[in-house]
Each structure stands twice: as structure tokens, then as C-alpha cells.
T-cell receptor, first 115, second 117 residues
Framework: GNSVTQMEGPVTLSEEAFLTINCTYTATGYPSLFWYVQYPGEGLQLLLK?????DKGSNKGFEATYRKETTSFHLEKGSVQVSDSAVYFCALLRRYGGSQGNLIFGKGTKLSVKP | EPEVTQTPSHQVTQMGQEVILRCVPI?????FYWYRQILGQKVEFLVS????????KSEIFDDQFSVERPDGSNFTLKIRSTKLEDSAMYFC???????????????FGDGTRLSIL
């Protein structure tokens, strides 16, 4: 079946440190992949997406590359800020027939960035 | 930027009571979804809705749940007889039709925290 596995958190980093949050997936076919972010007290916000192999999604300094050979979509940022503290969710879009499909989420990784 | 809005932000209900969670999707979107997140657990898909009918539902979405688009702007989730285990954050989402590059992202509201006593 379809599933998403994220690295366990919480992750605590100092400001300006390099961030990697690992995400691997299991899916039939070629799903679209997403990272969503949830800031404290808020809903899920789309951070970035990739729709096919070797695509790189990027936004706000975050990047993730769709790696079909390793079934991975790791999130990276070169220099994190305190304002990046949030929970990050990796997700795949499971499609069926001609429909829009539904998202399958990982468990989320909580990131805390200290000044 | 257009956004999905959900009301109320927090709902407290006695077990066995009916509850209706409300959502206003982004106006030009055609696909609507409900997800839920039990505290400390994954965000889970409940149901998708298109063209005034359910497209798909998960095994969680049993007979106590129903969805409706009562007018041109609202999308509701009704839980008929709430149970303690229904306590969760419920997220509404919407998306535009799938484009040539694949699945369109789903845009989420801030959620309704449902607490069953």
C-alpha cells in the first residue's frame, strides 16, 4: 500500500544550522510529493511540492528533490531561523482513476530552532 | 491570498450529541476534503467530495459521518452521535482540478479542535 515514513523528532537546532528531515515513501505508480508545515496554533500550510522524478520543490529557502531510485523526498534548508520552528509533514498524493486523490501523511517532525 | 476557513475553531460537545463542523473552501476550487488528526498521531484522510457527491472515503468514515455542500460556499462534516474517540483536530481542504503536471496541492484550513466529553 501507500505510506510515508519520516524521521522521528523532535529535532533541535541552533540558528543558522543546516537542516535535513528525511522522508521516504512507498507507493504504486508515481505520486506527487509534498511538504506541509504547521506553525504553533495554525493549520497545515503547503511548503513545497514535486510532481515527478528529479523535480526539485523549493520555497522560503527549503528544498526537496523527488528521488525515484531511493523513493525519498528529504527536506533541507541551509540555514534555519527561529521562525522555522514548526512541525513538518511529508505527504504523498494517492490518486485513483481520474480522481484528484487524497493525501497520505507522515507522522510529522517537530523542529525547534534555538537562538 | 485566498484561504480555506473553518468554524468554529474549538467545539466542545457531550458524548452522543451531534456536531457539525463548517468549512468555506477556496472559491474556485472544485474538490473538497476532510482530514483529522488525533492528538500525537498522523493526519488521516476521511473523505473527498466532488460534484456534490463523495469521491472516496476511508474506513474511518463510517455511518456516523456525513458531508454536505448545502450551498455554493459551505462544506460541512456532520458527526451524528459523537464518541470519545472522535476527539481530534479536523481539517478541511480544497483543491483545484488536476492540471497537466499532476496532482494539485490541497489547501488546508486552520482546523476545528473537537473535544468530546
Amino acid at each position: 500500500g501507500n505510506s510515508v515514513t519520516q524521521m522521528e523528532g523532535p529535532v533541535t537546532l541552533s540558528e543558522e544550522a543546516f537542516l535535513t528531515i528525511n522522508c521516504t515513501y512507498t507507493a504504486t505508480g508515481y505520486p506527487s510529493l509534498f511538504w506541509y508545515v504547521q506553525y504553533p496554533g495554525e493549520g497545515l500550510q503547503l511548503l513545497l511540492k514535486a510532481t515527478k522524478a528529479d523535480d526539485k520543490g523549493s520555497n522560503k529557502g527549503f528544498e526537496a528533490t523527488y528521488r525515484k531510485e531511493t523513493t525519498s523526498f528529504h527536506l533541507e534548508k541551509g540555514s534555519v531561523q527561529v521562525s522555522d520552528s514548526a512541525v513538518y509533514f511529508c505527504a504523498l498524493l494517492r490518486r485513483y482513476g481520474g480522481s484528484q486523490g487524497n493525501l497520505i501523511f507522515g507522522k510529522g517532525t517537530k523542529l525547534s530552532v534555538k537562538p | 491570498e485566498p484561504e480555506v476557513t473553518q468554524t468554529p475553531s474549538h467545539q466542545v460537545t457531550q458524548m452522543g450529541q451531534e456536531v457539525i463542523l463548517r468549512c468555506v473552501p477556496i472559491s474556485n476550487h472544485l474538490y473538497f476534503y476532510w482530514y483529522r488528526q488525533i492528538l500525537g498521531q498522523k493526519v488521516e484522510f476521511l473523505v473527498s467530495f466532488y460534484n456534490n457527491e463523495i469521491s472516496e472515503k476511508s474506513e474511518i468514515f463510517d455511518d456516523q459521518f456525513s458531508v454536505e455542500r448545502p450551498d455554493g460556499s459551505n462544506f460541512t462534516l456532520k458527526i451524528r452521535s459523537t464518541k470519545l474517540e472522535d476527539s481530534a483536530m479536523y481539517f478541511c481542504a480544497s483543491s483545484s482540478p488536476r492540471g497537466p503536471k499532476g496532482g494539485q496541492p490541497q489547501h488546508f484550513g486552520d482546523g476545528t479542535r473537537l473535544s468530546i466529553l
